[in-house]
Antibody
Framework: QVQLVESGGGVVQPGGSLRLSCAASGFTFSSYGMHWVRQAPGKGLEWVAFIRYDGSNKYYADSVKGRFTISRDNSKNTLYLQMNSLRAEDTAVYYC????????????????WGQGTLVTVSS | AIRMTQSPSSFSASTGDRVTITCRASQGISSYLAWYQQKPGKAPKLLIYAASTLQSGVPSRFSGSGSGTDFTLTISCLQSEDFATYYCQQYYSYPPVLTFGGGTKVEIK
């Protein structure tokens, strides 16, 4: 069965950095694009970033562009999100999510989600 | 970016009720719309994609309709496990700038 397990969340000061990881299993990770989606406490969902199955293309929400970097290691079945210049408004639960279709046929909606990892940006 | 507006933001209903949630896009998105269910403290779960296609394993009491700018999610006979928050998401724009509606919380009357 598909499993996505996020880690790396925690408390960080404004301006700081954090790297999130998402360990994937139960499917051919190297065949699927992957996303990060976040949810601020008590708020709705916000898409953050997408990376193609082979890592060749990456897309970001305007709110994180230039500060966050999505990457993947297909040999380790792991997705990453490097977050720099963190702000209070980046405080959220961060979910990794699997795209529903493989390879170039990416659908840009999410059929499996991890349980999330909480990032708190506070002094 | 395409804005997605859901209505209502919350409402109360009883088990057995037929409920409808509306999602409106700020511009036409054809049928590039998905619906998710989220329970407190849990990750969202995909219910419907392509506006009306039921995800495998989702009960048939859930249905979706619409195209262009106006969409609905209907639960034909509300069950206790359906009390949750529902989100729509458009995936029309390319390069992808994916956006969600603000959510609709379905509470027990």
């Amino acid at each position: 069965q598909v499993q996505l397990v996020e880690s790396g969340g925690g408390v960080v000061q404004p301006g700081g950095s954090l790297r999130l990881s998402c360990a994937a299993s139960g499917f051919t990770f190297s065949s699927y694009g992957m996303h990060w989606v976040r949810q601020a406490p008590g708020k709705g969902l916000e898409w953050v970033a997408f990376i193609r199955y082979d890592g060749s293309n990456k897309y970001y929400a305007d709110s994180v562009k230039g500060r966050f970097t999505i990457s993947r290691d297909n040999s380790k079945n792991t997705l990453y999100l490097q977050m720099n210049s963190l702000r209070a408004e980046d405080t959220a639960v961060y979910y990794c999510a699997k795209d529903s279709r493989p390879h170039e046929a990416a659908s840009y909606y999410f059929d499996y989600w991890g349980q999330g990892t909480l990032v708190t940006v506070s002094s | 970016a395409i804005r997605m507006t859901q209505s209502p933001s919350s409402f109360s209903a009883s088990t057995g009720d037929r409920v409808t949630i509306t999602c409106r896009a700020s511009q036409g998105i054809s049928s590039y719309l998905a619906w998710y269910q989220q329970k407190p403290g849990k990750a969202p779960k995909l219910l419907i994609y392509a506006a009306s296609t039921l995800q495998s394993g989702v009960p048939s009491r859930f249905s979706g309709s619409g195209s262009g700018t106006d969409f609905t999610l209907t639960i034909s006979c509300l069950q206790s496990e359906d009390f949750a928050t529902y989100y729509c998401q458009q995936y029309y724009s390319y390069p992808p700038v994916l956006t969600f509606g603000g959510g609709t919380k379905v509470e027990i009357k």
